[in-house]
C-alpha cells in the first residue's frame, strides 16, 4: 500500500458502508449496462467518426492532446472548422442572415462531438438523428417565415445528463435509475427548446454527482481533452470535456460544490456558477432533493465570457424561467458596462489556509496578477478568513441526511461503489443523521460566514476576490479529494466564473522547489493532494482561476471576467489553431 493509499483509507472513518454494494442485486442490472453501452456506441454515425491514431490506452498513457491532434490532422473540413469554431453571437447572425443553415451548422458540431467522445469518453447518449429532425425543422421554418423561431435559433446545446429530456433515460449517474425513462423535459430544456436550441448530446457525470471526477458504473472515465491522462473534472465531467474540445457551443451543467467551475478549469474552456435561483433545476435527477442548506445551481459552460453572457441574456430575459419554475426568482439579466481596469479593486487569495497550491496554479495566479497591476487593476492580498469552517460546515450540509437517499439510490442495485464515492460518503459525520435543530445550527453558520466576506467587500471596497479553481491543475483519474477552493464560494453562493488563463503546465517550470521541499503540511489532506502532482505527469494542462464578486452581482462577474480574460490576459479559446 502507497503512503497516499494509506491516507485515502485514513478519510474513509465515518461511514460503515453497511447497505450498499450488493453483487447478486448488482447481476441483475448488468445486461442493461451492456446494452445501455451498446445503445451508446451504436448511436454513433461511423461517418462522422474518426480513426484514433492508436488504442485509446495507449494515448491515455502518453498523455496525448485530442485538442492539438484535431487541428494538426485536420479531422474536420475547413467550413466545418469554420463553423465550430465561431462564437455564439456570429454563429447565430450567420444563421439569422441565411448565410448558414441550422442543419449545416448542426452537423459540423455533432462531428466534433462525436470525435471528442471518441478521445475523451464525454457522452452518456447521443441521438444524432432527433437532433438533424429538429434542425430541419428549423430551416423550415426560416424559409416558409424568412426569421428565426427565436434567439438561439439552430444554436448546439450540451446537457448534462441529469437533467431530464422527454423520452430518455435520465439516471443522474445511479444504475438503479437506468429504467428512469422521463415523461417531460426539464424546466432548462423547454425554456432552450422554445428559445431556438438544437440538442444532440447528454454528457457524462460521476456516480453520487458528487466527485470532482467523472467515476461511475454506466461509461467508465472522462477525460481532459489537453490530456488524456488526466481527469475532465466533475460532476459536471463531460460538459468540461465537450465545449473544451468544441464539439457544442454551450454546454449546461450544475454545481453544488464545484461541479461546473471545476471541469471547466480542468477540461480547458470557461464556466460559470451562478447566484441561487437564476437559473432553474426543476427537473433535474439528484439525491439532493429537498436540501436547502447549500442548494445546487444550474449554468454554462462555453469558450468565451460573450457566448456566458449570451446564454444568460437569453435564458433570464427571453425564457423568463420563473414562468416555469416558482423557485427561480424573477430577477431579469441586467447590462452591465465592461469596468474599466482602473476602476476595479481585486482581493487575491493565493493560499485558503488549508491546501498548498501546485506550482503551475502557483504560476497562473503570479502571471494574473502581474498582468492586472499592469493594466491598472488595484490588487490586494486577502487571506480568507474562516476557511476551515467553512469547509468542515459545507461538508456536514452535503450529508445532512446521513446519507440516507445517497444509500437508498445505491443500494437498489447494489452497484460497485468508486473510489470518490467512498470519500463523498465521507464528507462531514458521514452516516450520521442530523436532527432539524442541528441542521438549521448549520445554516446559522453559513449566514454568519455569508456576511463576514460580504462585510470584507464592502468596507474595503473589493469589487472581486480571484482565486484558484483547485489546488492543482487536472488531477489524474480518482485522485481528486479537496474542494475547498471551490466549496468555498457555494457556501457563501457568490457567483463564479472559472476562466481560462491562456497557461498550460509545462513540466520544466512547474517544479517543486527546494524551499517547497522542506514544507511541513497542514494535514492529512494537503499531503494527499500535494504528493500527487509531480511535474511529468501533467504536461500542457490548462491553468484556469476563479473570478468571484458578491451576491446577485452575477452581471458584474460576467463583466469584469470580459475585461480580465479578453482585453488584459488576451486568451480566445477559439483560435486555439493558432
Not at 444563421?95 to 452518456?124: D, P
Request: aromatic share 10%; charged share 25%.
Amino acid at each position: 500500500m502507497t503512503s497516499t493509499d494509506s491516507i485515502f483509507k485514513s478519510f474513509l472513518t465515518k461511514e460503515d458502508f453497511t447497505g450498499y454494494e450488493d453483487p447478486t442485486k448488482f447481476a441483475e442490472y448488468k445486461p442493461k449496462l451492456d446494452a445501455y453501452r451498446k445503445r451508446l456506441a451504436d448511436a454513433i454515425p461511423q461517418e462522422l467518426a474518426t480513426k484514433l491514431p492508436k488504442d485509446i490506452k495507449e494515448l491515455i498513457a502518453e498523455q496525448f492532446n485530442a485538442v492539438e491532434y484535431l487541428y494538426n490532422e485536420r479531422l474536420l473540413s475547413p467550413k466545418e472548422f469554420e463553423i465550430t469554431d465561431t462564437p455564439a453571437a456570429s454563429l447565430l447572425a450567420n444563421i439569422a442572415l441565411g448565410k448558414w443553415t441550422s442543419v449545416e451548422v448542426y452537423k459540423a458540431f455533432a462531428k466534433r462531438a462525436i470525435i471528442a467522445h471518441q478521445f475523451t469518453n464525454c457522452a452518456m447518449e447521443f441521438f444524432i438523428d432527433e437532433g438533424l429532425k429538429r434542425a430541419e425543422e428549423l430551416d423550415a421554418y426560416y424559409k416558409k417565415n424568412g426569421y428565426t423561431v427565436g434567439p438561439l435559433h439552430g444554436l448546439p446545446i450540451s446537457l448534462k445528463e441529469h437533467i431530464k429530456y422527454k423520452g430518455k433515460i435520465t439516471h443522474a449517474g445511479y444504475v438503479s435509475l437506468i429504467d428512469n425513462v422521463a415523461d417531460e423535459h426539464a424546466a432548462n430544456v423547454e425554456i432552450l427548446l422554445k428559445l431556438g436550441a438544437v440538442f444532440y448530446i447528454r454528457t457524462s457525470q460521476p456516480q453520487t454527482l458528487m466527485h470532482l471526477d467523472s467515476a461511475n458504473n454506466f461509461t467508465g472515465l472522462t477525460k481532459c481533452p489537453f490530456n488524456l491522462l488526466l481527469s475532465s473534472g466533475g460532476s459536471s465531467s463531460g460538459e468540461g470535456a465537450v465545449v473544451a474540445f468544441g464539439g457544442s457551443v454551450i454546454g449546461i451543467g450544475s454545481d453544488i460544490g464545484g461541479s461546473i467551475r471545476a471541469p471547466a478549469a480542468y477540461s480547458g474552456c470557461h464556466g460559470f456558477r451562478p447566484t441561487t435561483r437564476r437559473v432553474s433545476l426543476l427537473g433535474s435527477v439528484s439525491s439532493g432533493a429537498g436540501q436547502e442548506s447549500v442548494p445546487a445551481v444550474a449554468g454554462p459552460f462555453a469558450r468565451s465570457i460573450d457566448d456566458i453572457e449570451l446564454w444568460f441574456k437569453h435564458y433570464i430575459n427571453d425564457g423568463k424561467p420563473w414562468n416555469y419554475d416558482a423557485w427561480t426568482l424573477p430577477m431579469p439579466w441586467r447590462e452591465v458596462e465592461k469596468p474599466k481596469a482602473k476602476e476595479i479593486t481585486v482581493a487575491v487569495i493565493r493560499d485558503d489556509g488549508l491546501v498548498r497550491v501546485s506550482p503551475p496554479i502557483r504560476r497562473g495566479i503570479d502571471e494574473v496578477v502581474s498582468k492586472l497591476k499592469a493594466a491598472g487593476v488595484k490588487i490586494v492580498e486577502f487571506t480568507p478568513p474562516s476557511t476551515k469552517l467553512a469547509y468542515e460546515t459545507v461538508n456536514k450540509m452535503y450529508n445532512c441526511d446521513g446519507n440516507h437517499m445517497q444509500r437508498k439510490l445505491l443500494g437498489q442495485s447494489g452497484e460497485p461503489l468508486t473510489k470518490l464515492t467512498k470519500w463523498n460518503l465521507n464528507y462531514g459525520d458521514g452516516s450520521k443523521q442530523y436532527t432539524v435543530a442541528e441542521n438549521r445550527e448549520l445554516n446559522v453558520i453559513r449566514d454568519k460566514l455569508r456576511n463576514e466576506y460580504n462585510d470584507y467587500m464592502v468596507q474595503n471596497n473589493v469589487d472581486f476576490i480571484l482565486s484558484p479553481a483547485y489546488n492543482n491543475v487536472a488531477p489524474h483519474s480518482e485522485e481528486v479529494f479537496n474542494w475547498s477552493y471551490t466549496a468555498l464560494f457555494n457556501i457563501l453562493d457568490l457567483p463564479t466564473l472559472s476562466f481560462q488563463t491562456g497557461l498550460v503546465q509545462d513540466p520544466k517550470v512547474d517544479v517543486w522547489t527546494e524551499e517547497d521541499k522542506q514544507y511541513t503540511y497542514r494535514s492529512e489532506l494537503e499531503k494527499l493532494e500535494n504528493e500527487n502532482y509531480k511535474p511529468e505527469e501533467f504536461k500542457k494542462a490548462p491553468i484556469a482561476l476563479q473570478l468571484s464578486g458578491r451576491r446577485y452581482f452575477d452581471e458584474e462577474v460576467v463583466s469584469a471576467g470580459k475585461l480580465i480574460v479578453d482585453d488584459i490576459l488576451k486568451v480566445n479559446l477559439y483560435e486555439q489553431s493558432k
